[in-house]
């Protein structure tokens, strides 16, 4: 005998009908605006931003002698504004774009002048919640890294080179060297493998090796070796490298694209990675010279915070320490043997601090990555050392040798049709003077 249906039945069914729309059949989750994420990321673009202005231009001010205070902090907020419009013009759709014909090299230029990206574009930060922000945020935030390196570069040639030179070059060095190799690393170019959380090849290689070429291409300032340079202002320098430090939050911790677990522990280990590479320095410069200096620290801070970068995102707390110890002792002696041995005056050490410290955080992230408490330890899928340091060393040669290479023949070109250096008179009186007709202090 049949059960008559009853009205209890009846209703579930009418609920189910109802909420059936409410359902997704699809294997993709539906993609929303991450308002927490899209919060956690704006603060990181102007932690970054931070850096270069005022961090950055502060912390190389006081390295430079009085007389050309302003020619530094001058480069500083100019490279600001303009590779912020060539950025948005041509660089970040040549980096990041996703219109080249030959993806693995270049991004093209579909998403030149930000054509492609309006109000309501979306990047997709979390694919398994489809959690995304504003893709104009993201042109923003890698902005600010384009913004830096090429004002890393200018400790390569400082108190030396015409100011409308540098700007020549800063702009043509973003597009042919940074972009590029922005691709390539992030951008799914050929080094895609390589693990490079924030910056150690695209930022940090880059940047030593540019100021490495500029500063044997200009040749050395008057009377250096012989003569003592001593920093005019440590005061400035110790409070740009502290906002440098607070920015780089920002600049690694931010280069996941969202909040989280990941953003956290990167923001630790950028910690500990600093704070092991200034003490280190500390120590092996009071143990060599008799003192710890209030330079030194600083010094190995910045040190520590370019070797953990690349690293930032695979390797745990231990690890970070064991690499912020590495830089402080490696870059110690980097920048001695720059400076003692080689003669080179790369002015404000960009190479042995930001060059080296590079090299040696992509290359130490393929085994603390996978060792000690590595985050890649036990994934199943996850490479062995060996595989990784392959990726990792094709990654540093790659980029050494594009840099390299790219950045003499721009500085030629500028040279032939501009010049690179003032002349001696000029040098001698100062580029706060004879490039902008103005003076740092009125005493």
């Given at each position: ?5 009853t ?18 059949f699809?294997?993709?989750?539906k993609?929303?605006?991450s308002a ?6 704006l603060?990181?673009t102007a932690?970054?931003l931070f ?12 390295l430079?002698?009085?007389k050309?205070?302003l020619s ?5 907020f100019?490279i600001?504004c ?8 041509l660089?970040?759709s040549i980096a990041?774009g ?6 693995s090299v270049?991004g093209g230029?579909a ?34 890294f ?10 390569g040639?400082a108190?030396r080179?015409?100011?409308s030179?540098?700007l020549?070059?800063?702009a ?9 190799v ?7 170019g ?5 693990w490079?959380l924030a910056g150690g090849t ?9 100021a490495?070429?500029a ?5 050395r ?7 003592p ?5 440590l ?12 920015g780089?939050?920002?600049f690694?911790?931010g ?5 989280g677990?990941?953003?956290a522990?990167?923001?630790l ?6 704070s092991?590479?200034a003490?280190a320095?500390?120590f092996?410069?009071w143990k060599?010279f008799g003192?710890?200096s209030v330079?030194g620290?600083?010094?190995?801070m910045v ?5 953990i970068?690349?690293?930032?995102g695979h ?8 690499i912020?110890l590495?830089?402080?002792?490696v870059?110690?002696?980097a920048t ?19 060059g ?8 130490l992230v ?9 985050l890649q330890?036990?994934?199943a899928d996850?490479p062995s050392?060996?595989t990784q340091?392959g990726?990792?060393?094709?990654a ?5 040798t594009w840099?390299?290479?790219m950045?003499?023949i721009?500085?030629?070109v ?7 250096r003032v002349?001696?008179?000029?040098e001698?009186e100062?580029l706060?003077i004879?490039?902008h ?7």
């Amino acid at each position: 005998m049949k059960k008559p249906i009853t009205k209890k039945f009846i209703i579930a069914i009418s609920l189910a009908l109802l909420l059936l729309p409410l359902v997704s059949f699809s294997a993709e989750p539906k993609v929303y605006l991450s308002a927490g994420d899209t919060a956690w990321m704006l603060t990181c673009t102007a932690l970054v931003l931070f850096m270069t202005i005022p961090g950055l231009a502060l912390f190389y001010a006081g390295l430079v002698r009085s007389k050309n205070v302003l020619s530094v902090l001058m480069q500083c907020f100019a490279i600001t504004c303009l590779v912020s419009l060539v950025w948005f013009a041509l660089g970040f759709s040549i980096a990041l774009g996703n219109g080249g014909a030959m993806n693995s090299v270049w991004g093209g230029l579909a998403n030149a002048f930000g054509n492609g990206i309006d109000f309501d574009s979306l990047y997709t930060v979390d694919k398994s919640t489809g959690a995304s922000i504003p893709k104009i945020l993201v042109l923003m935030f890698q902005m600010t890294f384009a913004i830096i390196t090429p004002a890393l570069i200018i400790g390569g040639f400082a108190e030396r080179m015409k100011f409308s030179s540098m700007l020549w070059f800063s702009a043509a060095w973003v597009l042919l060297v940074y972009a590029p190799v922005c691709h390539w690393v992030w951008g799914g170019g050929f080094l895609k493998d390589t693990w490079d959380l924030a910056g150690g090849t695209v930022v940090h290689i880059n940047a030593g090796v540019a100021a490495l070429v500029a500063a044997i291409m200009l040749g050395r300032r008057k009377g250096f070796p012989n003569t003592p340079m001593p920093p005019h202002n440590l005061a400035l320098t110790v409070a740009g490298a502290s906002m440098l430090w607070v920015g780089w939050f920002g600049f690694n911790a931010g280069s996941g694209l969202m909040a989280g677990n990941a953003a956290a522990m990167t923001m630790l280990v950028t910690h500990l990675g600093a704070s092991t590479g200034a003490l280190a320095w500390m120590f092996m410069e009071w143990k060599k010279f008799g003192k710890p200096s209030v330079l030194g620290i600083v010094t190995g801070m910045v040190a520590g915070l370019g070797t953990i970068t690349p690293a930032s995102g695979h390797v745990g707390p231990i690890g970070a320490i064991i690499i912020g110890l590495s830089a402080g002792i490696v870059c110690f002696y980097a920048t001695q043997y720059l400076k003692r041995v080689l003669k080179i005056d790369d002015s404000l050490d960009v190479m042995p601090v930001h060059g080296v410290g590079g090299i040696l955080g992509v290359m130490l992230v393929a085994v603390f990555g996978l060792t000690l408490d590595g985050l890649q330890k036990g994934v199943a899928d996850a490479p062995s050392i060996s595989t990784q340091l392959g990726h990792q060393a094709l990654a540093v040669v790659v980029t050494i040798t594009w840099c390299a290479l790219m950045t003499f023949i721009i500085l030629k070109v500028i040279d032939k049709f501009n010049g690179l250096r003032v002349n001696s008179d000029d040098e001698n009186e100062g580029l706060d003077i004879t490039q902008h007709d103005e003076k740092g202090y009125n005493f």
